[in-house]
């Protein structure tokens, strides 16, 4: 059950005036709230004591009054199930060793691996229990070439040379990721989350031919094993990505798909389409001085307020990724406010 109404109608693609207003990385470093319990805690704690994980996913709620909430986790945690070993450092996340054909022997059955991801299920439990009632919980996951790529990079930066270099050893990965992921997804199910999203970071760095043979294959697999309870986002992507998804015909399984600030809204709004869309004002404008970030954000508004409700329905209203560091609080409640006000 859907508990916001908003939320609810996005997914069903109901017009309505107002959109749900939902951000990713809307629980993070720039909030102070967040800044608070980091100072008393480490970031592993907060991901993995439930009543800490709760407690940091509602502090956005209780300011910014969002529409939805999501599970406060990290995509990497599979990985440490796996046997990787994970630690957060000044340096980022790090892991006890780097993926290659030798390593791939100290992994760990998925089945054994599962114990390693109940965590997050009790999270969800703990955050539905402090949630308003009005307010949608979602969980999420990294997809498995994401995941992939952080296990043999060490990071998501750069130009992944090794990464795609190592299709077959990708392909030894997914029989261990694929049914852990399978296995997490439904824990945040089964825990109360409405929907879990499909996180693929490193996806956009793909060329389409290259994501439409070795990735999208395993996304829509995952969409049709949930149909109807996922959605899904790339981080840079391109039409090659979505062409491929529709190719498959992974966008009717997905309830929603994510479109990063690259992307014009509104076109996307207007397609013909059967999922809702979430998106996707491009975050890193939230760090210019208050003027610069007012007009830039009243110019992104416009081609959208021009769509009737029916080309609107379906739209989640949210950044291009997810919220940055610094960003200035009264900037995220700007937005929050300026979309009920300019479209009710």
């Given amino acids: 059950m859907i508990m916001n109404e908003k939320f609810a109608n996005a997914i069903d693609l109901t017009p309505q005036a107002v959109p749900p207003i939902w951000f990713m990385r809307q629980a993070g470093r720039y909030h102070s709230h967040y800044q608070g319990l980091r100072s008393k805690h480490s970031f592993m704690e907060l991901c993995t004591q439930p009543e800490l994980a709760a407690e940091t996913a509602l502090g956005p ?41 030798q390593s791939m022997k100290k992994l760990v059955h998925w089945e054994d691996a599962v114990e390693g991801v109940r965590f997050q ?17 979602i969980g999420f996951v990294g997809s498995p070439w994401t995941l992939f790529v952080y296990a043999v990079e060490g990071t998501h930066k750069g130009f992944l040379e090794n990464s795609k270099g190592s299709l077959p050893l990708f392909k030894s990965f997914c029989e261990y990721m694929m049914p852990l992921l399978k296995a997490n997804i439904q824990i945040q199910l089964d825990a109360g989350a409405e929907l879990v999203m499909l996180f693929d970071t490193a996806a956009g760095a793909l060329a389409p031919t290259m994501f439409d043979e070795h990735v999208a294959p395993l996304v829509d697999e995952l969409a049709r094993e949930f149909k109807g309870k996922m959605a899904y986002y790339i981080k840079e992507s391109s039409e090659g ?27 996307i709004l207007k397609s013909e389409r059967d999922h809702f869309v979430q998106g996707n004002f491009d975050q890193s404008m939230l760090l210019t001085d208050t003027d610069s970030f007012k007009k830039a954000f009243h110019s992104y508004l416009e081609p959208l307020k021009e769509l009737t409700l029916e080309q609107r329905r379906g739209w989640v209203s949210g950044l291009g990724h997810g919220v940055l560091p610094k960003t200035p609080e009264d900037h995220v409640r700007y937005i929050v406010d300026t979309i009920r006000k300019e479209f009710s």
């Fill in 121 to 137: 299920g009790e999270a969800v439990k703990a955050t539905r229990e402090l949630l308003p009632k009005d307010k949608s919980l």
């Fill in 241 to 267: 990505h979505v062409a491929s998804l529709r190719k498959h015909n992974s966008l009717s399984k997905f309830a929603g798909l994510g479109y990063d600030h690259r992307w014009a809204l509104a076109d």
């Fill in 61 to 101: 709620i209780r300011d910014f009054d969002f529409d939805v909430s999501i599970l406060f986790s990290d995509l990497l945690f599979p990985l440490q199930a796996l046997g990787m070993g994970l630690e957060y450092t000044d340096k980022g996340p790090q892991l006890g060793f780097r993926l290659d054909e």
